[in-house]
């Protein structure tokens, strides 16, 4: 029983403190999830880590806490799941409640302003780093980068949804593996 305490602490703990430091939107998370649960402590493989950022993204709702669940659920079952969402959840609450306090006053504050916009352009090399490293887990084959190009055009370069891109990927996927074409390992 304690030891089940201790485990569930140290989720709420490490989301907690991931949850202060997560700016940007919820790209961010990966690289720290990764560090903290798949380096420090092996409670998820490479591989969780992908799917669940898949279905998170998938799935309707904020998928930082989506993916919070899922990975949460992995470690601990239900309980590690309400202990990774709380946890992750935690400081922006108490942070909203705070600026919710006092937004008049700091609204126009030209120091927060410069502030928000130096923490916006630090969260872009934490974005391309997670992604960097774990691409050799998400593109496995040599179509996988060509259907990663083509996603990542059409979401640059129209207004076609990200929900739509997604599906499409999930059927492409589908169809590889159907095929046999999901053995054909890019090295």
Known sequence: MKQDLKKLWVIYIVMFKIG?????????????????FVEKRPWVSEE?????????RSFPGIMVVNFSILSGYAMY???????AAF????????????????YDSIKSN?????????????????????????????VTIKLQWLLALAALLV???TSIPKTMVILFGAVI????QKKGGGDNAVS
């Open 20 to 36: 202060a430091i997560t700016f940007g939107g919820g790209w961010s998370i990966i690289s720290q999830v990764q560090e903290e």
């Open 110 to 138: 030209p120091l927060v302003v410069r502030v928000l916009n130096g923490i916006r352009s630090a969260v872009i090399p934490i974005v391309l780093l997670a992604a960097w490293k774990l691409r050799s887990r998400a």
């Open 48 to 56: 969780q880590i992908m799917d669940y950022m898949s279905l998170a």
């Open 155 to 157: 979401c640059a370069f």
């Open 173 to 176: 996927g589908f169809l590889i």
């Open 77 to 83: 079952g239900i309980s590690g799941a309400v202990a």
């Open 87 to 102: 946890g992750l959840v935690s400081p922006a609450i108490l942070v909203i409640a705070l600026v919710a306090l006092f």
